[in-house]
C-alpha cells in the first residue's frame, strides 16, 4: 500500500537522479499551476537510508524548492523489495500520461534501460521502445543512445532545431570534438531538415577528401568571417556558408560559375532577360528565360535577342561553354 504524507523537502535527496530522464525541462507552465492551485498531483518516493529518493516527480520538487515551500506532498512506496527497474518503469509510465518525453529524454530512458538497469537490447526494442510511441527497430534504438551520449550543447541544438533521426546519426559520426566546434556554426544559421543534411554532407565529403577534420574546415577564414558578419541575418549567412562550402568541395565548379557569372554582366542583358547555363556545366545546353507585361516589352526584347547573335562576347561564351568541363 502507498501512504500520502507530507514530507519536508530537506528530508528529499534531489541529487539522487536515478531515475531521472530530465533535460532542458519547461517548468514556466508548472511553476506557475502551482503557484495558482497548488500541487494538483503528488510525488512519488520511497525510503532509502534514512532519507527520501525520488521516483517520479523531480520537476515537481523542484519548482517547490525554488518557490520556497518547505513540504511536497508524496505517495510513499512501502518497502516491498522494489527493484530498481520495476520503479523506473513506473516513472516512465507515470510521465507518459502526465507529460510526454522529448527526444533527448528519451535517449536518456533508453541508455539508462540498458547501462544502468541492464535490460537486454532486444527487451528494450520489443516492449520499450513501443512504450515511448517508437516503432521497435534496432536502428532507432542506435540512433538514440548516440543521442545520449553527446555533448550537452549538441543535445540542446537537437531539442532547439527539432532534428530529425537521420540528421543525429550524422552528428553521431562526427567526432566529439568536431561536434563541439560545428554547434556554434550551426546555431548562427537559419537550417531546416534538407539544409541540415547539405551542410552536412559537404562538411563529411570534403573532410573524406582532404583527409583533414571537419572542425579545421569550419575554422576556414572564409567562414568565421561570414559568421562574425552582424548585420547579416540567419538566411543570408546560410547561403553564404553554403556557397563557401560549395567552393570547398567543387572548386573547379565555383570558378565556372563566377567566370559566367562575369561574362554574363558584360552582356548587359535587360532585367527581364535571364541566361542561364546547363546544371553544373554538364551539358551543353543553355536557357534563356524572357517575362514581359505588355507588347511593348516583348517586342524590345525579342529585337534585344535578334542582335544578341550577333554579339561577340555572346558568341565567345556558348562556344567556351562547349567546350569546358568542371
Request: no cysteine; glycine share 4%.
Amino acid at each position: 500500500m502507498e501512504s500520502i504524507e507530507r514530507i519536508p523537502i530537506s528530508e528529499v535527496d534531489l541529487s539522487d537522479e536515478t531515475f531521472s530522464v530530465n533535460f532542458m525541462p519547461d517548468l514556466q507552465s508548472l511553476r506557475s499551476s502551482i503557484q495558482a492551485v497548488g500541487m494538483v498531483q503528488p510525488v512519488l518516493l520511497r525510503r532509502k537510508e534514512g532519507r527520501y529518493q525520488i521516483v517520479s516527480g523531480y520537476r515537481r520538487v523542484k519548482v517547490l524548492k525554488e518557490l520556497g515551500i518547505p513540504e511536497v506532498i508524496s505517495r510513499i512506496l512501502e518497502d516491498k523489495g522494489w527493484e530498481d527497474l520495476q520503479l523506473f518503469s513506473i516513472a516512465l509510465h507515470e510521465n507518459l500520461t502526465t507529460r510526454g518525453f522529448n527526444s533527448v529524454e528519451i535517449a536518456i530512458a533508453l541508455y539508462k534501460l540498458i547501462y544502468l538497469f541492464k535490460v537486454e537490447p532486444p527487451h528494450v526494442i520489443q516492449t520499450y521502445l513501443p512504450l515511448l510511441r517508437l516503432s521497435p527497430n534496432e536502428k532507432i534504438l542506435n540512433t538514440y543512445l548516440s543521442l545520449a551520449q553527446m555533448e550537452d550543447e549538441v543535445k540542446e541544438y537537437v531539442l532547439r532545431e527539432e532534428v530529425s533521426r537521420s540528421n543525429i546519426r550524422k552528428l553521431a559520426s562526427l567526432l566529439p570534438e568536431d561536434r563541439k566546434i560545428l554547434i556554434p556554426l550551426l546555431s548562427s544559421l537559419k537550417l531546416g531538415e534538407n539544409r541540415l543534411r547539405e551542410i552536412l554532407n559537404l562538411l563529411d565529403e570534403i573532410a573524406r577528401r582532404d583527409k583533414s577534420r571537419i572542425g579545421e574546415i569550419v575554422r576556414h577564414s572564409e567562414l568565421q568571417a561570414t559568421l562574425s558578419r552582424k548585420e547579416l541575418t540567419p538566411s543570408q549567412k546560410t547561403e553564404r556558408v553554403k556557397k563557401i562550402l560549395l567552393g570547398l568541395r567543387y572548386p573547379r565548379l565555383t570558378e565556372l560559375e563566377r567566370t559566367f557569372e562575369k561574362e554574363r554582366k558584360d552582356l548587359t542583358l535587360p532585367p527581364n532577360i535571364f541566361l542561364s547555363h546547363s546544371p553544373y556545366f554538364e551539358g551543353r545546353e543553355w536557357r534563356i528565360e524572357l517575362r514581359f507585361e505588355t507588347l511593348e516589352q516583348y517586342r524590345h526584347a525579342l529585337l534585344f535577342l535578334s542582335k544578341l547573335a550577333e554579339e561577340k562576347r555572346f558568341v565567345d561564351l556558348v562556344k567556351k561553354g562547349v567546350e569546358q568541363k568542371p
